[in-house]
């Protein structure tokens, strides 16, 4: 037995954070050797958000996540596997293949959807709160977002919504500073996005989104606001994202930040628990993680393609 | 010259001989690996480029003001699908500005956007919404399939005052066509006969062309004459090629990649059932995406367009009077 | 309070009022008498619109929306073609295709109409836009209602304004106090969060300020002071002008609950009736300018009368103009949905 | 259950109120719902089921109508109402991006049971940004429905199915139509969604219509009858799905076909009928298909020349004539 081992929810988190960035890191390997195809879009150095906020929910809690949803779909419970299988287009995917990266679904894990329209997720997110309060549950939705969002219509429309009908939702931008490719400057003049929220007069918190214990607290009080009647919140989590826009941008520095171990919110994670204890189980963690989602990649592809049977099944439940 | 170098020369085009013409909007070549060439232009031009927030409500709308106070926008939608996003714009305003006035003002924009399968797009991002915008009067749509047609449709649309749809598709970029060095504008609603043929016509644009073109080579091959008539524009439409072809050939197959239900196909094959019916010697046959949002997995992908393979065996059924 | 202008200048502006006022009653009464269709009237916001809108010079664009009538008048359209246009005739400013919706006058400054809530926003913020790229000194003005802030063309265009430091100005006519729908205690409206409306620009570093949309001097201010920013290149403003819903405009077909206006109201206390009392003595904008151009000394009741002796005529002759004007011919249905190509 | 005749708005008031009623997951979402609506369509009902279930919203149509959207998806059934159909174009990502596809998205996990109701059509001057008819646009997105009653029967049927169904449901409503009267019965049952209706029967001409220009094919079939004339006439009912069963049968039996809306006839929901048919009966046609519809034009906001915009009884008589002088 380690003496210094890892608390339990310690090791789980740090576990789910390898996780989500060897899967991402997979997916870039698989992508650029052509076994996924579509538009990828990967949220290295993004972990710390999934885990803090999905952490302090509950199973019957909803998320709503965008075109960068893997992290997400993770961090709420989503079986990586059955995701590798979705990306390449597999009948064993959570869709069958018939959504992709982008629309992934995993609706028994609570995590209902993703979308591929910048802000579409936003709307989702208020309805499913709007569900909950009408029909006397306790769930929360989660809408998680990047920066771009923020200058939609579509944003604007749902702060409103969301803070006249005060509904159990919590909004969480993840700004990593690059709305698509460009910089977050070139899209709007507003520095601190959480200004928006103020406007509508939603609670709001501008935090480093790299830490996950203060993104865990950030995410804990907003989501007992939303639960205890309180109405909406938003969460602004300052991160950074260590790949382009999307996998094969031949412009691939465009849109990203070189990799830096003071930003990076594993090796923080991990530096913060050295703090207290000199442990080396962290590296076991990775190589563990590291073999299981290498495991999950090869079953995935090796799994059939869809029975093209399906290809118009599930259009409409019924004519 | 490579379809993708035409789209650049034609935006470098209209930004030389024009100086109203500003560009708004970066992804005229999509995400394609030829969008370095875009960020060529641009650097070139600085002061007559706007690059956007991602809000295409209020930047498509900004256009359509820009081009009443003197401008003449072509406006960036990037994925056809980014569109529905400005709807109500193009289709509530810009169509119906120029009407609602009585004449008084007009709104001469460019609106482009990247349709169709694309690989891996999936239901969002996939989208041909060329046949909803034809239903909404007061839009001309052009559909270039080649680079010559696209840089003469260009200068047209630009020179045009109505707001002017430019639909393109990525897998066009990496065609490569004849490009003569003196291109004059080509006046809409001119359609081309892309290849001459007797026993059937194929009615097909944009990318769609192409593979027409490469499945009447095919099809040529086992002696069916295929005439492949390309309408360039949509709005306005040269009903008229379509119906001689059709007189000569007395078979129709439309290729779309629009969606079957009201699709541009339904439109095509209306027409020549109402005006020549009795020039037909078989049924009309169409071939469009079908009715299920495009998947994202690739074989069923492949599945649901219009592929070569489908349009040889559907030319041939036309052809047999199957 | 009197804007700083001379008594020719204001009594102008009086007249505008009193034509924009006129015009709509008469247009009330209409309807009564014919089927004319659904129509918006800016009774009660003529302070606002028409000193604002009477800065304006040449070659400004303004975009406004289906509550359009003052406005046009604010900038010179005559009630002829207006009415003509309402009534469907040829002679209409846009030959009978936009309707009172849709009114527009290009030579007056009004290119398109737009009555699709918030619909006017975006290509507003376009015009200025040209404008900026085309080194013009113009300005574009965005007339809306406070309802058009709860639409996200509003946001995705404050943003590009404000990015592009752009020569637009937002006049924002908030006429939702006392209006049907709110609810007690409710401002700025049951349907907006955000409890001042300013906070939507100021968000995006607009310069912002609300006044109050009946006193003419704080218009008049204010307004002038953005349109200078903005042909100085100094980006766009945003103004909130508070107004009282007219009684006669809180239910969905306009009214005349007030009956016509008395212009004697505003020097005789004693003919206000009980019902409407507030609106008559405090709310109605046009009463309270008579009543300050006349303690001011500009003008005196009699010409008050004449003027609206004058105006009133103006205004008859033009609805007799238009129902005398034929209606387009029915293939003109056709026409205009495409400019012509050169060549 | 007792037949009523009521006005085809007093139908759609009736259900709404009675779908409330057995279903407590119904909520009804819009602009000034709880006021009425501009038409009074929801009249009352904000009194009886309150704030919770009968929602004013903001002037916000995309977010409002991805609200819907989610909360359907987490086992609401909303309804939306949607002022002018013409709006519909501010929320056209949440309807063509979202609604429409998550089911087959997330191949079947995720359902969208809602029902937005669009009012439109041309008629009382409203202009080119009130009254224009987007049936086409509807049926050329996979995984919408889409039904228009032109009868107060139907009004009151097809909302019941729409809001009953499991998928997103069009429901379009004709201003035209609202003040018409028609039997009903409160609290009937649904009527199948993609079922067209043969209103008049006849032998000599087919005739298709759908929304108002059922009425106005109608009456044209009357005179019709006069010259001796025999129209059989089907209410389409459906858009999406389209009954090709019931219109194939009629075009094998009459040899001809005229199809009417109001929509502009290029790339309108005629498109699709003709075609359809020229594929599936190709070898019955006597004479040449007639499309009746709008010209390609905006709605001009003259009520003069507004009736001559729509197809009127006329055109619809012409267009019967030219299929049979034909031949």
Known sequence: MVVAALAQSDAEDLELMWRIRAFEEKASELFARGKISGLLHLAIGQEATAVGVCGALNPLDTVFSGHRPHAHAIAKGAEIGKLFAELAGRGTGYCGGKGGSMHLAVPEVGFVTATGVVAGNIPLALGAALSSSIRGKQEVSVAFFGDGAVQTGLFHECLNLASLWKLPVVLICENNGFAEFSPLSAHTVVRRLADHADTYGIPSETIDGNDLALVRAAAVTAVDRARGGGGPSFLECLTHRFRGHYEGDPTLKRGSHARDEEKDPISRFVRSLQGHAGSTEPEEIEARIRVEVDEAADEALTAPWPDRENLATNVVASW | ?322 | ?343 | MVTETVRYIDAISSVLRHELDRDPDVLILGEDVSYGGPFGATAGLSESFGPRRVIDTPISEGAVMGLAVGAALSGCRPVVEVMFADFVTLAMDQLVNHAAKFRYMTDGKLSVPMTIRVQGGVGGGYGAQHSQSLESWFLHVPGLKVVAPSSVADAGGLLAAAIRDDDPVIYLEHRGLYWSKGSFVPGGSPTRIGAAAVVRPGSDVTVVAVSRMVNIALTASEKLATEGIDVELVDLRSVAPIDWETIEDSVRRTRRLVVVHEAAVTGGLGAELVAGLSARAFEVFATSAVRVGAPFAPVPASPFLEQFYAPSVDDVVVAVHKTLDDR
């Open chain 3, 1 to 343: 309070m009197l804007p700083d202008l001379g008594a020719e200048v204001l009594v102008a502006l009086l007249e505008r009022m009193l034509v924009a006022r006129r015009f709509e009653e008469q247009l009330i009464d209409l309807a009564q008498e014919r089927d004319i269709g659904h129509f918006h009237v800016y009774v009660g916001q003529e302070t606002t619109g028409i000193p604002a809108l009477a800065l304006l010079e040449g070659g400004d664009l303004s975009f406004t929306n289906h509550r359009n009538h003052g406005h046009l008048i604010a900038r010179g359209a005559e009630p002829g073609p207006m009415y003509a246009e309402i009534l469907g005739r040829v002679t209409g400013y846009c030959r009978g295709k936009g309707g009172t919706l849709h009114l527009a006058s290009a030579k007056h400054g009004f290119p398109t109409t737009s009555s699709a809530t918030g619909g006017c926003i975006p290509p507003a913020v376009g015009a200025a836009l040209g404008f900026q790229r085309l080194g013009s000194d113009r300005v574009s003005v965005c007339l809306m209602g406070d309802g058009a802030l709860e639409e996200g063309a509003w946001h995705e265009s404050a943003n590009i304004a404000a990015m592009e430091q752009l020569p637009v100005v937002f006049l924002c006519e908030n006429n939702s106090l006392e209006a049907l729908g709110q609810r007690a205690g409710e401002y700025p409206s049951s349907t907006m969060a955000a409890s001042d409306l300013t906070d939507l620009a100021s968000v995006f570093g607009i310069e912002s300020v609300a006044i109050d949309g009946l006193d003419t001097r704080s218009v008049h201010q204010t307004m002038t002071k953005a349109v200078q920013r903005a042909r100085a290149g100094d980006g766009p403003t945003f103004i909130e002008a508070r107004t009282v819903r007219w009684p006669g405009n809180r239910p969905i077909w306009p009214e005349l609950a007030t009956g016509k206006t008395n212009l004697s109201m505003a020097w005789d206390n004693s003919i206000i009736p009980e019902e409407h009392k507030k609106w008559h003595q405090e709310q109605d904008g046009v009463l309270r300018f008579v009543r300050e151009l006349m303690s001011g000394g500009q003008i005196s009741k009699e010409v008050v009368l004449e003027l609206d002796r004058e105006t009133s005529a103006r205004v008859r002759e033009g609805l007799v103009f238009a129902l005398d004007s034929p209606y387009p011919s029915p293939e003109e249905a056709l026409e205009h949905v495409f400019a012509p190509h050169q060549g």
């Open chain 2, 1 to 322: 010259m490579l379809y993708a170098e035409a789209v650049v020369e034609a935006l470098r085009r209209s930004i030389e001989d024009d100086e109203r013409v500003h560009l708004m909007g970066q992804y005229f070549l999509g995400l394609t690996p030829h969008r370095t060439m875009v960020g060529d232009l641009y650097q070139q031009h600085p002061d007559r480029v706007y690059f956007p927030p991602i809000a295409e409500l209020g930047y498509v709308g900004a256009g359509i003001g820009a081009a009443i106070a003197g401008l003449r926008p072509i406006v960036d939608c990037a994925t056809a699908s980014f569109t529905f996003q400005a709807f109500a714009q193009i289709l509530n305003e810009a169509a119906n500005i120029h009407y609602m006035s009585g004449g008084q003002t007009s709104v001469p924009m460019v609106i482009h956007y990247n349709h169709g399968v694309r690989g891996g797009g999936a239901a969002q991002h996939s989208h041909s919404p060329q046949a909803m915008m034809w239903n909404t009067p007061g839009l001309e749509i052009i559909t270039p399939s080649h680079p010559a047609d696209l840089i003469g449709l260009v200068q047209t649309a630009v020179a045009s005052n109505n707001p002017t749809i430019w639909v393109d598709h990525v897998r066009l970029f990496d065609t490569e066509g004849e490009v003569p060095d003196d291109i004059d504008p080509i006046p809409f609603g001119q359609a081309s006969i892309r290849r001459e043929g007797s026993d059937l016509t194929v009615f097909a644009s944009s990318w769609m062309v192409c593979r027409s073109l490469e499945a009447a080579e095919l099809l040529a091959a086992e002696g069916i004459s295929v005439e492949v008539v390309d309408p360039r524009t949509l709005v306005p439409l040269d009903e008229e090629a379509i119906l001689q072809s059709v007189a000569k050939t007395g078979h129709l197959l439309v290729v779309d990649e629009c969606h079957l239900r009201c699709g541009v196909s339904s439109e095509i094959t209306a027409i020549v059932a109402e005006h020549a019916h009795g020039d037909l010697r078989a049924p009309v046959r169409r071939l469009a995406t079908l009715d299920v949002p495009v998947p994202f997995s690739a074989p069923m992908e492949e599945f649901v367009e219009p592929t070569v393979d489908k349009i040889v065996e559907a030319a041939r059924s036309v052809v047999e009077g199957r």
